[in-house]
């Protein structure tokens, strides 16, 4: 069975510093998909970033990149020049690459808080 | 711009009721799904499905049943309430075609089991 860690259950950073948030998972699929959701407080959980396992190319979506090491099995998010609005719960998922089962596997979150 | 909509955003319910979560999506997505989301637990997968009257059973599936009549909607049911279904409940549907299928979430269901 895939397992999705995020062995942080919380961090705070300066606004304007950077941020990484760990995640590790373990999966025996050669082929899948890990994305970071963003859950702001009393909103919608909402996608920032995804990364096809087959990419050796980090993903990177404007001040979000992940750094993706599939041999270590790590997928981290990394936000830059964080601002207020990046406070929130941040979760760490993962799906195989094929099959009608799109099911997503979630890590336990991390709750962001943002210093001004 | 994808929208999940759930039918109540707070919900109170006394324990052996019957319990119905109402999920509609309207970008013709042939997947949803109910997950709930408890503090230090994270996201648990209840119940998908992939089709109309189709579904299939997530890791939690005990207490819990599924109904999708039509293709936007997903319904979620607590045949009898219990104090340990307390929790919140998000609703998602996805695209199956698109390979990298992306989940929409909704805004979620708090619900409170007295």
């Known amino acids: 069975a895939q397992t999705v860690t995020q062995s942080q259950p919380e961090m705070s950073v300066q606004e304007a510093e950077t941020v990484t948030l760990s995640c590790t998972y373990d999966t025996s699929e050669s082929d899948y998909y890990l994305f970071w959701y963003k859950q702001p407080p009393s909103r919608q959980m909402i996608l920032v970033i995804r990364?096809?396992?087959?990419?050796?190319q980090n993903a990177t979506e404007n001040r979000f990149s992940v750094n993706f090491q599939k041999a270590a099995k790590s997928f981290s998010l990394k936000i830059s020049d964080s601002q207020l609005g990046d406070a929130a719960m941040y979760f760490c998922?993962?799906?195989?690459?094929?099959?009608?089962?799109?099911?997503?596997?979630f890590g336990k979150g991390i709750t962001l808080s943002v210093r001004p | 711009d994808v929208k999940v909509t759930q039918s109540s955003r707070y919900l109170v319910k006394r324990t052996g009721e019957k319990v119905f979560l109402e999920c509609v999506q309207d970008m013709d997505h042939e997947n949803m799904f109910w997950y709930r989301q408890d503090p230090g637990l994270g996201l648990r997968l209840i119940y998908f499905?992939?089709?109309?009257?189709?579904?299939e059973k997530g890791d939690i599936p005990e207490g819990y049943s599924v109904s999708r009549e039509k293709k936007e909607r997903f319904s979620l049911i607590l045949e009898s309430a219990s104090t340990n279904q307390t929790s919140m409940y998000l609703c998602a549907s996805s695209l199956r075609r698109q390979t990298q299928e992306t989940q929409y979430f909704g805004p979620g269901t708090r619900l409170l089991v007295l």
């Open positions: 499905s992939y089709d109309v009257k189709m579904k």
């Open positions: 998922a993962y799906r195989i690459f094929t099959g009608a089962n799109s099911k997503l596997t």
């Open positions: 990364q096809e396992a087959y990419k050796q």
